[in-house]
């Protein structure tokens, strides 16, 4: 199909039907991997300039399709012909059968709202996207995208009810949309696990500017399904409101490949759970029988190592946020590399009642509640005209690091009897700055950071 524009007037709804029988199998990229399933709503396969404008609506009645999911994750079986057309076309292929991946075992692998699968030069302009089945809209191994003013809705209910995936895909451009979904907002990804690295296309080239994101389990994510690799990032001028975490970056043991070139400048925050998150040991998505996965000890570096490097944040104000000011964890034998913050002014919520909870879900539960800044496994970390305003605890707490640099990270009113910095295990520290130099000694305090659950 070439050369073609669906175009929505103005009051229009192109409303699709929630009767799975209607919906042919066809092979997709689906959770991130490779394999058939349910076909996307409105489904473009090996297309070339395809446009969807105008300003009406695409509605894709998800609510029966997300009743299924729910049984599901209660336990209860579901079967139907299709389900086992969907098995009999996967029989061969086994991977995710040893992840947490709800759906695999019934194979009711529920279909995106649109989908374009090996598709060039495709444009989403003006429409509203909402109550999609699965993830609202997907690119999946497409080239020079441009996706601008777009509406993207779910309620915020939706089980895994992701705005816009961009899937191993080159040259995508998003531009002033907006996202109010019950998941992540803008993700990008890359395939997941051996799958991934199998077919090995990138996610590069990015740009994301002039957007707003209102509620979501994050603003813009990397990964995890990062297995193809991650880079040439731009995240700027976006506004996120109620987003539980705003610029995530999250991967894992098993994912290997990298995420890297990074840049993000900008952003305005209100009343996110935690403004950056960059975690290296993402606890979900690995396979049960390898706790080695989680350990805590340093594993020989192979295939399945990620790398996270070169990523900059700048000119970031974010205020009530309510868990940390930030969260940075990497591996023990792979630290993440090469992070700057500069220009980044963080406000922690005054409100003692109001809950925090765990910055990013890495090996171990670590719940916050009006921290400051948090910092483990990390290598040439660079902090610059940076001010945090805590409820409890230091600015910064970061350990078992190498190459430390801070120069103006300050701490506004200050919690008496609390170091500006509290470090452990750091090779190569720099401290420069005002506050450093009228605090002296109560600026630092060396020690591990003790918590409740550690006691």
């Known amino acids: 199909m070439y050369h073609m524009t669906l175009y929505l007037e103005r009051g229009a709804t192109l409303s699709f039907t929630d009767n799975f029988s209607q919906y042919p199998i066809v092979k997709t990229r689906w959770s991130g991997y490779v394999c058939h399933a349910f076909m996307p709503l409105l489904f473009g396969n090996q297309v070339e300039n395809v446009s969807i404008k105008g300003e009406g609506t695409i509605d894709g009645n998800g609510e029966a399709w997300w009743q299924v999911n729910r049984r599901l994750r209660d336990g209860d079986d579901y079967y139907s012909e299709k389900t086992q ?78 705005g816009l995936d961009v899937d191993s895909s080159q040259n995508v451009r998003i531009s002033d949309c907006h996202f109010d979904v019950g998941d992540d907002c803008v993700v990008l990804k890359s395939g997941i696990n051996q799958d991934g690295r199998y077919h090995g296309i990138p996610t590069k080239n990015i740009t994301v500017s002039n957007c707003t994101m209102q509620h979501g389990h994050g603003g813009v994510v990397l990964g995890s399904e990062n297995s193809g690799g991650i880079e040439n990032v731009v995240v700027s001028n976006c506004i996120f409101d109620g987003t539980d975490r705003g610029i995530r970056v999250k991967t894992n043991r098993e994912r290997g490949s990298y995420i890297r070139n990074i840049l993000i400048s900008n952003i305005m925050m209100d009343s996110v759970l935690c403004p950056i998150a960059i975690n290296s040991f993402y606890r979900h998505g690995v396979s049960k029988s390898n706790q080695a996965l989680l350990d805590g000890n340093i594993i020989p570096v192979s295939e399945k190592t990620p790398v996270v490097e070169q990523i900059r944040v700048q000119q970031v104000m974010a205020r009530n946020c309510r868990a940390a000011a930030g969260f940075i964890y990497g591996l023990p034998e792979m630290p993440v590399r090469d992070i700057s913050i500069e ?12 809950p925090g909870g765990e910055p990013d879900m890495v090996r171990e539960k670590i719940e916050m509640a009006g921290e400051g800044i948090f910092a483990k496994y990390v290598e040439n970390l660079t902090f610059h005209h940076v001010k945090v305003k805590t409820r409890t605890g230091p600015a910064l707490h970061v350990e078992e690091a ?46 591990a950071l003790i918590r409740n659950e550690d006691i």
């Not at 020079?144 to 777009?150: A, F």
């Not at 500006?420 to 060396?446: C, F, P, T, W």
């Open 85 to 162: 057309e969907i098995a009999e076309a996967n029989q061969t292929f086994t991977e995710p059968a040893d992840t947490n991946l709800v759906e695999w075992p019934s194979q009711f692998l529920r279909p995106p709202l649109v989908q374009f699968y090996q598709a060039e030069h495709i444009t989403m302009q003006g429409v509203t996207v909402k109550n999609s089945p699965f993830w609202n809209t997907h690119f999946v191994f497409c080239r020079d995208v441009n996706v601008h003013h777009v509406r993207f809705q779910n309620p915020s209910d939706t089980p895994n009810g992701d």
């Open 402 to 447: 190498k190459q430390v640099i801070l120069d103006q990270l300050s701490q506004q009113e200050k919690p008496n009897d609390t170091p500006v910095v509290r470090y452990h295990h750091i090779n190569d520290l720099h401290v420069s700055g005002l506050q450093y130099q009228k605090l002296a000694e109560g600026y630092l305090k060396e020690g």
């Open 343 to 354: 220009h980044v002014t963080v406000e922690m919520t005054e409100d003692a009642s109001t």
